[in-house]
């Protein structure tokens, strides 16, 4: 089923960012009077494709192959390596007959699409359901073996400064410019003590080798239901209860609960509890739980699939600001500038090895992965991956690599400046020589997501 779930979701992500990217291009050449061949999402090699329609000029069609898509422009030398044109004079409605800055948007509209994609993603979510404000008072829980605890946090710490600058939300203390800064620290509130704990230069390299961000806001572990006929229902845990251990050992946070659960499939475990008898027109806080709370212990098995039928109570302090649609598309175009300028850093020190490439970069499965676990959090969740991936779509389609748009770009930017076309041979190889090392450097990447499974 969770290969079902990750292949599933990571069609559905390459099939709108692909055709965002795909309709940049179609849309700025047809724009300019240049006719467009194919429209296709999916590559449809060998002629391999699930449906296909002509219309007008132009063949559109769903290849049998989800990686990518492509829109073949006439005249224009692409990753179809088309030769059929050569020799013959140019015609109007192609792409070489056409001026340079025609051709040069045309060549961009991919990648502009993306980053109007992701924009578009923002600023929906800000407008329907308001700017994210989680209390920076609730503390951290801190995944064992994460580059957090690497630097000596701890679960429990209250995040009070980053890199000197005072908190006020978990927003700001996560915040996509704090991770591309050339140096980082926290300061943490500790058992009434302050400490400053600085972050390791490959930070980024470290969170995406874990596959996950490492820190988050500590969610205790309030039962909102104890289902009946359950394995706690039926050992006498109540809803509205605290777990504050297991076996045991102490618990603080709702993932520590899960994970040692499932962890102990048909295995007896101790679950420390703490309940308050309810209150008309009163609910019990966290912390009256915790002091008040009469303390029990309870022995359960999970059942064969490790759950033993409780449901999460939210009680993590956090609210949402309704913007109005000014401000909310303000906070779009922020987010996408934010998540690019992050983005291109992250490739920067890729390049320059302050990052390893192996774990910051990610094929079809890891992609895929992040895309199924992103849908099991919630719509809003898969959408922000899917702004993030769009954004990335677009900084990879962007450098300058033979072909890529990027590549083309630069190589159409050149004609423009020595004013004379570029041999069509010259062009050729260039393309030909880009296509082998963007199949080589695929392989490589779906060998590494392999050998990291």
Excluded at 10 to 38: N, P, Q, S, W, Y
Excluded at 220 to 230: N, S
């Amino acid at each position: 089923m969770d290969f079902l779930n990750s292949t599933f979701f990571f069609i559905v992500a390459i099939f709108i960012l692909v055709t965002a990217h795909e309709l940049g291009h179609f849309l700025t050449a047809k724009l300019f009077g240049m006719r467009v061949d194919k429209f296709y999402i999916g590559f449809d090699f060998y002629n391999l494709r699930f449906w296909k329609k002509i219309i007008g000029d132009t063949e559109y069609g769903l290849g049998v192959f989800p990686l990518g898509g492509y829109v073949k422009i006439a005249g224009m030398v692409d990753e179809s390596l088309d030769t059929n044109f050569q020799g013959a004079e140019p015609q109007p409605w192609e792409f070489r007959a056409k001026p340079v800055w025609q051709r040069l948007i045309v060549l961009a509209g991919g990648v502009t699409m993306n980053l109007v994609l992701s924009t578009i993603i923002f600023i929906g979510i800000t407008l329907v359901f308001g700017e994210s404000l989680t209390s920076i008072k609730n503390p951290a829980f801190v995944e064992k073996g994460s580059v957090f605890e690497t630097m000596g946090m701890k679960t429990g710490d209250q995040l009070i400064l980053a890199n000197g600058k005072s908190l006020a939300s978990w927003e700001e203390a996560l915040d996509p410019d704090l991770f591309i800064a050339k140096s980082l620290n926290f300061t943490v509130l500790r058992d009434g003590k302050s400490f400053t704990l600085d972050a390791p230069s490959n930070i980024m390299s470290r969170i995406n080798d874990n596959r996950s961000l490492g820190i988050k806001p500590t969610v205790p572990p309030v039962i909102e239901e104890a289902l009946e006929k359950q394995p706690a229902r039926m050992a006498g845990i109540k809803s509205g209860a605290l777990i504050t251990g297991i076996n045991g050992n102490p618990v603080l946070d709702w993932t520590e609960v899960v994970g040692i659960i499932s962890s102990n499939a048909n295995k007896p475990i101790s679950i420390t509890w703490q309940y308050l008898e309810p209150v008309s027109g009163h609910k019990a806080t966290i912390e009256e739980l915790r002091t008040k709370g009469k303390t029990f212990v309870t022995r359960v098995i999970p059942s064969k699939a490790g759950k033993i039928g409780i449901s999460l109570k939210q009680t993590i302090a956090s609210q949402r600001r309704k913007l109005s649609p000014g401000a909310a598309i303000l906070s779009g175009i922020s987010q996408t500038w934010k998540m690019s300028s992050m983005t291109v850093q992250g490739f920067s020190k890729i390049l320059t090895g302050q990052e390893d490439f192996r774990k910051s970069v990610g094929g079809p499965i890891k992609i895929a992965k992040i895309a199924s676990q992103s849908a099991e959090q919630g719509p809003i969740s898969f959408l922000y991956f899917l702004s993030m991936l769009s954004i990335s779509l677009a900084i990879i389609n962007i450098l300058p690599v033979p072909a890529l748009d990027g590549g083309q770009f630069l190589l159409n930017a050149v004609e423009g400046i020595i004013r004379k076309e570029i041999p069509f041979e010259i062009k050729m190889r260039i393309q030909q020589v880009g296509m082998a090392l963007l199949l080589a450097l695929f392989a490589y990447i779906l060998f590494n997501d392999i050998f990291n499974l």
